[in-house]
Structure formats: C-alpha cells, structure tokens
C-alpha cells in the first residue's frame, strides 16, 4: 500500500522569505500523480500544484514550484517570496495513475505560519 | 461553476441522533469522495463514487455510517446513531475522470459536533 509522509507538523517563514516543505512517499508504482493541497483557516482544499511522475520536468505555479526526487520518492514543496495569505495547512497527496483506483491518499499536513 | 456544494456547513447533535450530510458535486463529474477530517486521523477517505455507483467504501468506519448517490448531482453521507467520536469536518470532493489528472475539488466542509 502507499503511504505519504510530512515529518514537518509546523514551519514558519518570515514574509518574502523562502520556504520549502518535504513529503516522502513509499510505492512499488512506476506511475502516478503528487499533489500539494493547501488548507487555510477557512477549511477550503485549494490544490496548489501537481507533478506527473512520468514527466523529469519540475511542476512550477508562479511562486510554488516543487522539487521532484522520483528515486528518492521525494516530492518537496518550495514558496518563493512568502506572502501573509500562504499561511495554512500544507496536504501532500499521491494518487495512483490511471486505472480505476481514484484515491487521494494524504500526508498528515504541515502547518505554515508566515511572520510579518 | 458553483464548485462542490455541501450542507449545512455546521451540526451539532446530541448522541444517538441520525445526522445527514448532504454535497452536491461539479455539474459533469463523474467521481464522488467523502473524507472525514480529524486532529487525531488527518484525512481519510470514507467512501467514492463512480457514476453513482459505489466503488470503495473500505474507508467507512462502521455499520453506523452509510452513503448514497441516487443521481449524478446528489449525495449523502448518513451517520445513525451518532456518536462523540464522530466529531469531525467532512469533506466531500469531485473530479472528472478522464481529465488527465483526476484533480478534486473539494467542497467547503461540513464540521459535525456530537455531544
């Protein structure tokens, strides 16, 4: 079975500043999709980013780009240029490709505090 | 689009009453999940539908809980009698299933308190 992992339960980051969030992920899958949902107060998923496992290229989204280790089954989260509103919870999340699995399996979440 | 639509955004209900959530997905979706959110538990997947037809439902924690979708804009996620330990935000989220990456759309929650 897979399983998603943030080892990161909070971080904080100064405005403007620089921060990167880790995920680690365990599966015998060749292909499949990563994800990054991020969760503010309001409770709204919100996806933010998303990598296909097939394509080398990093994923970017303006200032959210991710780092993609696929031997190293590393998908790492980077926000450039932190702003007040990325404050949030931080969801990583693997999902099987193809095939009629359509399960979003979830990391535990990384709370983000942005300092003014 | 409306986005994913559910009610009521709040409940609170005393132990041993039935509790109906309701969502309403993205017009043209063909995929249904409910999730269940917990401080202890993170997010889990309860159940998901395809076409309205219940595919995994291994997420579901027991008898007391049951989900339907009898038509492709509606779903609900019953939980009879209810129980303090189901406190919670549910989520409930949508995808098109031939979209290249199955994205979900999650509705804004639904925070249940059992007292």
């Known amino acids: 079975a897979q399983t998603v992992t943030q080892s990161q339960p909070e971080m904080s980051v100064q405005e403007a500043e620089t921060v990167t969030l880790s995920c680690t992920y365990d599966?015998?899958?060749?292909?499949?999709?990563l994800f990054w949902y991020k969760q503010p107060p309001s409770r709204q998923m919100i996806l933010v980013i998303r990598?296909?496992?097939?394509?080398?290229q990093n994923a970017t989204e303006n200032r959210f780009s991710v780092n993609f280790q696929k031997a190293a089954k590393s998908f790492s989260l980077k926000i450039s240029d932190s702003q007040l509103g990325d404050a949030a919870m931080y969801f990583c999340?693997?999902?099987?490709?193809?095939?009629?699995?359509?399960?979003?399996?979830f990391g535990t979440g990384t709370l983000l505090a942005v300092q003014p | 689009d409306a986005g994913v639509i559910q009610s009521p955004r709040h409940e609170v209900t005393e132990m041993g009453q039935e509790v109906t959530l309701r969502c309403k997905p993205i017009?043209?979706?063909?995929?249904l999940f409910w999730y269940r959110q917990t401080m202890m538990r993170g997010l889990e997947l309860l159940i998901y539908?395809?076409?309205?037809?219940?595919?995994?439902d291994s997420g579901m924690p027991e008898d007391r809980f049951s989900a339907k979708m009898p038509n492709a804009s509606f779903s609900t996620l019953k939980i009879q009698p209810s129980e303090p330990r189901d406190s919670a935000v549910y989520f409930c989220?949508?995808?098109?299933?031939?979209?290249?990456?199955?994205?979900?759309?999650f509705g804004p929650g639904t925070r249940l308190t059992v007292t």
């Open positions: 989220a949508s995808s098109l299933g031939d979209s290249y990456s199955y994205e979900q759309y």
């Open positions: 599966t015998s899958e060749s292909d499949y999709y």
């Open positions: 990598q296909e496992a097939y394509k080398q």
């Open positions: 999340a693997y999902r099987t490709y193809g095939g009629a699995t359509n399960k979003l399996i």
């Open positions: 017009s043209g979706h063909d995929y």
């Open positions: 539908f395809n076409n309205n037809v219940p595919i995994d």
